[in-house]
């Protein structure tokens, strides 16, 4: 199969790409080659910045792909653009989505559905709420992406399929969210948890996602419908920081800190990065009954991430810059 990926280099990227490539797949990767990763030889790199169209659009001129991989769109102004580009071109359009699709609408309870999707959508907060303002757009700008692609396939059957995801977490999470709990226990300081708040943890594996973007682009009956991908298990997330506590071999301190006293010093969602308000909860029944997932458990991954972070552990991650005053807060929460 011809592979296009659409990003390729953080997170989720280099996986697909050797995934895809073990399978003896041919493999091109679009971006702007910023981002420090080198791409393995037999992969074909087309360099743009696929938020300016004509980069895309000259990068595969007559280009027939079996599937494109979308993981760097944003917005339904991009896809409308990929649309014009690859309607014809293309077998499948796998794009990469978000559970956030689902924290914009109105009147909604956890666990989502895909059949969720449908109705209103709640007015943005206000721009000065920088934290709920930007989550608001991250969700809206989605959903606008996603229905120009629902479009496109009543139109035309231009053949998408919407991949819905919670945090994804991974070796190469840029967000470094496991990092910075693992860095917690390790300097032997409380983490710092909203009072009264234990909300529950369902995120998935990286490997789980690459699973899935396979058995999407393998599944004929896929084309112009969403799946949620998530793991199987929901825990508190006190339990989760036990079961990552034990897995590092580390004592586990928690402080309860007022959310107001958090969210006044800017540490939320830095210091505890599952106690964010925006934090999506799936239900993946969709994808197990249609594509056959099979979920890794959430202890064997946190396992796998746990001795990867061991070995690579750095203080230098945005999230832990502030941890002094973590600890300041702890003594004296005001």
């Known amino acids: 199969m011809k592979i296009l990926i659409i990003g390729g280099t ?9 995934r895809f490539l073990k399978r003896g797949d041919s493999v091109s990767v679009f971006n702007r080659g910023i981002t420090s990763n080198v791409l393995p030889r037999d992969v074909k790199h087309l360099r743009g910045d696929r938020t300016i169209p004509e ?16 993981t760097t769109l944003y917005k339904g102004g991009e896809a409308k653009i990929a649309i014009e580009i690859f309607s014809g071109h293309v077998g499948r359009y796998i794009f990469i989505s978000t559970g956030q699709v689902y924290l914009v609408r109105e009147g909604l309870k956890k666990p989502y559905k ?17 934290y709920d303002y930007d989550n ?23 053949p998408y399929v ?3 995801l919670p945090m994804v977490h ?8 496991i990092e910075g709990y693992l860095l917690r226990l390790r300097d032997s300081g409380p983490i710092l948890l909203p009072e009264g708040e234990d909300p529950p943890v369902r995120h998935v594996y990286g490997e789980d996602v690459v699973a899935s973007v396979e058995k999407a682009i393998g599944n004929p009956m896929a084309s112009g419908r969403a799946y949620n991908i998530c793991q199987n298990e929901i825990l508190p997330l006190t339990e989760f920081l036990r079961m990552l506590s034990e897995l590092a071999n580390a004592e586990l ?13 800017e540490l ?41 972070f061991g070995r690579n552990l750095s203080s230098e991650i945005p999230g832990y810059r502030r941890r002094g005053l973590e600890l300041q807060l702890a003594k004296n929460p005001l």
């Open 10 to 18: 953080r997170n989720l990227g280099p996986s697909l790409v050797d």
């Open 55 to 70: 980069q895309l659009r000259s990068a595969v001129p007559g280009r027939d792909f079996d599937a494109v991989i979308d």
């Open 114 to 130: 895909e059949d969720d999707y449908a109705g209103p959508v709640m007015p943005p907060p206000l721009q000065e709420h920088r």
């Open 136 to 158: 608001w757009i991250y969700g809206a700008d989605k959903r606008a992406a996603e229905d120009a692609f629902a479009a496109a396939w009543e139109a035309k059957r231009f």
């Open 162 to 164: 919407s991949m819905r």
């Open 170 to 177: 991974s070796e190469r999470d840029h967000y470094h969210r």
């Open 253 to 265: 301190r928690i402080q309860h800190v007022p959310r107001a006293v958090l969210e006044r010093h």
């Open 268 to 308: 939320i969602p830095d210091c505890s990065p599952f106690s964010g308000t925006w934090m999506s909860m799936l239900d993946n029944h969709r994808s197990i009954e249609e594509f056959g997932m099979s979920y890794t458990p959430m202890a064997e991954y946190l396992r796998r991430l746990v001795e990867h």
